[in-house]
């Protein structure tokens, strides 16, 4: 998919209403090339995402403290790079990913389903030569990984990477993709939202999985999607570009949540 060629500058912004908070989040997209997007975060409110003032460190509070002893993996994607760092209490689903990363498995995969205030998908194969339009997502999970939920020290906090799955219905034991993944946008929740998460992840769990006050506290001051906390594996987390995958996520998309313009991993690599 790479071209040799510059393309016209094209220059959009748009600004988004942050869901429940009264704040304002501007994107600014330049294309410069064919292959290449550079994203810019400005903020238009003093209280912000999470909770600072200074516009110039709003990319720094997008990224989490980066652990020497995890495994880290970069997407090099068509709207900028995504790093990623695997936990290590969750080892069958941090060594099958390498092992995808490394046969090359993810390179020329789209992100296929994207969902604004929730989070980004990607990992189905058939996505490499998909045509415009084509419903992604539903390859055979004859392939799966047993769960390695480890709720609530690991949660579903803005930018951690999880498996995506079958439902319950089909899938009692939460058994994971092989493949497909997705990572965490979310958005922040007041108590009264939380209230009503945890009843929703009463009627999901027959009342196994509580939102502990910890837990809480970080879903209001930062941000997530809580009520997936204890039914989907969360393996790892993103240590840069969360501004990328914020891009990402407020692509215009078809019914299907497909973005139009698609955004593909060019190429996946292990950097320790």
């Known amino acids: 998919m790479k071209k040799t060629f510059f393309t016209t500058l094209l220059v959009w912004a748009c600004v988004f209403m942050a869901h429940a908070q009264g704040t304002y989040y501007e994107i600014k997209e330049i294309t410069l090339h064919a292959d290449s997007v550079e994203v810019v975060d400005t903020v238009s409110d003093d209280e912000l995402l999470w909770d600072t003032l200074a516009v110039d460190t709003v990319k720094e509070k997008y990224e989490l403290t980066s652990d ?10 068509t709207h900028g790079d995504i790093c990623l760092e695997l936990y290590n209490e969750t080892p069958l689903h941090r060594d099958n990913f390498l092992q995808l990363v490394r046969s090359g498995f993810y390179n020329g995969i789209l992100f296929h389903r994207v969902i604004k205030d929730f989070m980004i998908q990607a990992g189905d194969p058939a996505s490499k030569n998909a045509v415009p339009g084509q419903e992604l997502g539903n390859e055979d999970d004859s392939c799966t990984i047993e769960a390695e939920i480890r709720y609530p020290e690991i949660f579903h906090k ?115």
């Not at 493949?179 to 009843?199: A, E, M, N, P, S």
């Open 68 to 77: 020497p002893k995890r495994p880290k993996v970069r997407l090099h994607t």
């Open 158 to 272: 803005r930018g951690v990477l999880a498996a995506a799955r079958e439902g319950d219905e089909v899938n009692p034991q939460r058994r994971s993709s092989c493949h497909q993944f997705y990572i965490v946008c979310g958005r922040r929740f007041d108590d009264d939202q939380l209230d009503k998460t945890q009843l929703r992840m009463d009627e999901r769990t027959h009342g196994t999985v509580t939102l502990t006050p910890e837990v809480r506290d970080f879903y209001k001051r930062v941000g997530g999607t809580p009520h997936l906390d204890g039914q989907y594996t969360v393996f790892g987390e993103v240590t840069e570009g969360m501004n990328i995958v914020l891009a990402i996520s407020y692509l215009d998309t078809d019914p299907d949540d497909r973005p139009f313009r698609d955004v593909r991993i060019l190429e996946a690599t292990v950097e320790r």
